[in-house]
């Protein structure tokens, strides 16, 4: 029996994503007797997002669900900032355009999971440019920076953690937590927003947005976080060995977004199924359940599921279809992710280490040298332990591509171009 009303916080905390609530019982009750607005922020600092967002974006995926109001916040105006919440140095600074062009590159995947079209409770997308780009610097120290407290914004855990570190936190940073408040406080105003929710790294921020609409005449507002999730072995969401796990399939092919869920560890797929996908809760403790090799089917339905909801239902089975094939069939699938070697560079041979560093299965020759020495190196499934090998026209199939594996679960094909 959920301790919960309505029907949004009881979905929540069934499939894990509460971390904390400000005022459990009264957002409860606001819930259960009304639609409400809710928003997360996305400083758009690169043109995707990643994996490490999914579950902000399934929260606001089952508010809207629920019959309540999402809206998506682009920090246009805060991204020229940058949030220092527990990074270790300052954010490169952006140019209104690298902003903008980001912002519209991020759209794009959002729409997978919010509808912004239909008649009732369609979800918003809204830049805080529109109200941060024009402010008068001296009315908002005035009316906004008076309410704020210098001795408590040193005391919160994001802050103090980069006081002690070599690289100091800027006045320009400092900032960021100011204009965080000042966000909910205009979103409040100007769209009746009560519920603002994110990673629990920001409970700090969401506080203070929540102490300033009190200070600046709003109705009661609303915190609610996520934890933040690790897998089971301690690795941080969002990365993988080649690097982040991006949501736009053009930084990251179907298939390797596919493979990634795919590769999720046993312990984690219970958790995951509940987090990242649709599916009914039963039919989660099913697959949560299966033990032995049979966990593996729990697998490929996570990673096609999640897959599904990103990029479409064909897209995603095409994936599995690719994986069950190659690792299954043995067969030389079309849709495995490739890149092109000019037709002279093969002709005259590339280094074993060079082709596995372009094909993005390593970072560096050394991460290659380590790999090809561990023998997790294939060229068209054969075992390759000779790190000075030359790769050229010779190792070209009868399907006109070089096939080169790292592992059992990674593979690129090299198309003569």
Request: proline content about 2%.
């Amino acid at each position: 029996m959920s301790r919960f009303k309505s029907d949004f916080l009881r979905t929540l905390d069934e499939r894990g994503f509460i971390h904390q609530v400000s005022d459990e019982a009264g957002l409860d009750e606001l819930l259960n007797k009304e639609s409400v607005t809710a928003y997360i922020g996305y400083d758009p600092t690169a043109s995707s997002l990643h994996v490490g967002h999914l579950t902000q974006i399934m929260m606001l995926h089952w508010f809207q669900q629920t019959g309540h109001r999402p809206i998506s916040l682009m920090g246009g105006g805060t991204g020229m900032v940058g949030d220092p919440s527990f990074k270790e140095e300052a954010r490169k600074l952006m140019t209104v355009e690298m902003i903008e062009e980001n912002i519209a590159s991020i759209k794009t995947a959002f729409s997978k999971y919010l509808d912004y079209g239909r008649p009732q409770n369609a979800a918003l997308m809204i830049n805080n440019a529109e109200w941060l780009r024009a402010l008068n610097y001296l009315e908002f120290l005035r009316d906004v920076g008076r309410h704020f407290s210098v001795n408590r914004m040193l005391s919160f855990d994001s802050v103090k953690t980069r006081l002690d570190r070599e690289q100091s936190l800027s006045f320009l940073e400092f900032n960021y937590m100011i204009l965080q408040a000042y966000d909910f406080v205009e979103l409040a105003k100007r769209y009746e927003c009560r519920l603002q929710m994110g990673g629990s790294d920001q409970w700090g921020n969401i506080v203070n947005g929540i102490d300033l609409g009190h200070r600046m005449g709003t109705k009661q507002l609303y915190a609610l976080t996520s934890p933040l999730l690790t897998t089971s072995s301690g690795a941080k969401m969002g990365k993988s060995a080649s690097g982040a796990v991006w949501l736009n399939a053009d930084l990251m092919p179907v298939y390797d977004f596919w493979q990634y869920w795919r590769n999720t560890e046993d312990a984690d797929v219970g958790r995951f199924l509940k987090l990242f996908t649709t599916l009914p809760m039963d039919e989660i403790a099913r697959l949560a359940a299966l033990g032995g090799s049979e966990i593996n089917e729990a697998k490929k339905i996570l990673a096609t599921e999640v897959t599904a909801i990103l990029h479409g239902r064909a897209a995603s089975e095409q994936a599995a279809e690719t994986a069950r094939k190659t690792f299954e069939e043995g067969a030389l699938a079309d849709t495995l992710p490739s890149i092109d070697i000019a037709k002279p560079d093969l002709e005259a041979g590339i280094g074993l280490l060079n082709l596995i560093v372009r094909a993005g299965l390593a970072a560096s020759n050394g991460e290659a040298r380590r790999h090809v020495q561990g023998g997790a190196v294939k060229i068209n499934d054969v075992a390759v332990t000779d790190e000075r090998m030359n790769i050229g026209t010779g190792e070209i199939s009868a399907e006109g591509v070089i096939k080169l594996s790292l592992g059992k679960k990674k593979h690129i094909l090299v198309r003569p171009a």
